[in-house]
């Protein structure tokens, strides 16, 4: 049985209706997320990367059987709730970035702060601050820094595209150390969120993401808010910290991609598409689920390739794209503009540029899967 049809995956589909409904209203407010959180199946979905003791559902409740929930499975729920509305795998209040980082990389106290959340009835969303305005995806060569102070440290932040910030009460920034001359990751607790300057961007497609721009200018912070602060671990440089997050979550991006064109196709079909015409992109999106499945097992054993994440990420967004080109050459103008929802889906659908990394730097990375291996 392939991980993409897992029979746990149709209670997904049995509140499709609702992700659907929940996604036409984060377009209108993108804090409107809480109707999902009444579905046991949605947030125990909320709860998967959520460790133990602080998980209230832990295994995702067992819906997927007795052993731990693994990365493909991931990627499966993923792919079927984009195929209803990918807005709402972004609004859910997941632990996702920031999560994995302190998982992996926080002390015991971050852990617990970070973690213990989740058991409350609303555990608040969490921000993952890399990007800035001025150097766009090339973290290492931004401006956010801290430095010494007699209190401790004082820090200066702008970062731009960042999800759910205005949402947050836990997060991450991304910033240079000029004591410890390093990249190190900030945590950013309630009380260091409240002297952040947080603006909302606009935004036009997939706006459950929220997207943020921060602020701040020379703020005292405790030396304890560092990533690993105490640790003695290697990986407690933050640049090393955003690499590891960003090689978990690259292949989502794609995954939500693969899962917005099905959604696409399997309206279209119902709107009466021949299926000559519809045949070839099922059979495509059936070939990205092997992909993504082989992607999550090379990740699962440590022997994934940044090259091929960025190939499948490229690959995914350009099927996504032709399956909207589709859209558009099947359907009279009448037709089309009688079904919102399918717009909806169309104009959220350009908007995967706003997700990790671009085209371009993901073409610059991709090459290398097409040189031999003995080359």
Same mark, same amino acid.
């Given at each position: ?53 602080? *998980? ?10 007795? =052993? ?18 990918? *807005?709402?795998? %972004? ?15 926080? *002390? ?57 910030? =205005? ?5 991450? %920034? ?64 933050? @640049?090393?910290?955003? *690499? ?23 309206? %279209? ?35 994934? =390739? ?24 099947? %359907?009279?103008?009448?037709?089309? @503009? ?28 991709? @090459? ?8």
């Amino acid at each position: 049985m392939s991980v993409f049809t897992h029979p746990a995956l149709a209670d997904v589909d049995a509140v499709g209706p609702v992700i659907e409904k929940v996604g036409v209203a984060l377009d209108r407010d993108p804090t409107d997320w809480a109707p999902l959180w009444e579905h046991d199946i949605l947030r125990a979905i909320t709860l998967m990367e959520v460790p133990d003791p602080y *998980n209230p559902m832990p295994n995702c409740g067992g819906i997927f059987g007795d =052993k731990p929930v693994d990365y493909a499975t991931q990627m499966a729920v993923a792919e079927r709730i984009a195929r209803f509305d990918a *807005n709402v795998v %972004l609004a859910l209040p997941t632990p996702t970035m920031s999560g994995y980082a302190i998982h992996v990389l926080g *002390n015991e106290t971050q852990i617990e702060s970070y973690f213990s959340r989740y058991l409350n009835p609303n555990p608040g969303r969490s921000f993952f601050g890399i990007t800035e305005p001025d150097v766009g995806s090339d973290a290492t060569a931004g401006t956010s820094t801290i430095v010494a102070s007699e209190g401790g440290r004082r820090m200066t932040v702008h970062k731009k595209l960042v999800g759910g910030a =205005k949402q947050a009460n836990a997060g991450l %920034l991304f910033v240079w150390d000029a004591v410890a001359r390093a990249h190190k990751m900030v945590m950013c607790d309630e009380a260091l969120i409240s002297q952040l300057q947080i603006g909302r961007l606009p935004m036009h497609g997939l706006t459950g993401a929220d997207l943020t721009e921060i602020r701040c200018e020379n703020i005292e912070i405790p030396e304890t808010a560092i990533l690993g602060h105490g640790r003695t671990a290697g990986l407690r440089d933050g @640049f090393f910290a955003m *690499n590891s997050v960003f090689e978990r979550y690259r292949p989502i991006v794609a995954t939500l991609a693969i899962g917005s064109a099905r959604g696409i196709l399997d309206k %279209l079909c119902d709107m009466g598409v021949s299926r000559t015409v519809l045949d070839p992109l099922f059979v495509r999106h059936a070939v990205f689920l092997q992909r993504l499945k082989q992607i999550a097992d090379t990740y699962e054993t440590g022997t994934s =390739k940044v090259y091929d994440t960025s190939r499948l990420k490229l690959d995914a967004v350009a099927f996504l794209d032709a399956t909207v080109a589709t859209v558009f050459r099947s %359907l009279p103008s009448a037709d089309l @503009f009688q079904h919102p929802s399918l717009l909806k889906k169309c104009r959220d659908a350009k908007s995967y540029e706003y997700m990790e990394g671009t085209s371009h730097i993901h073409l610059l990375q991709s @090459f290398r899967s097409y040189v031999p291996a003995s080359a």
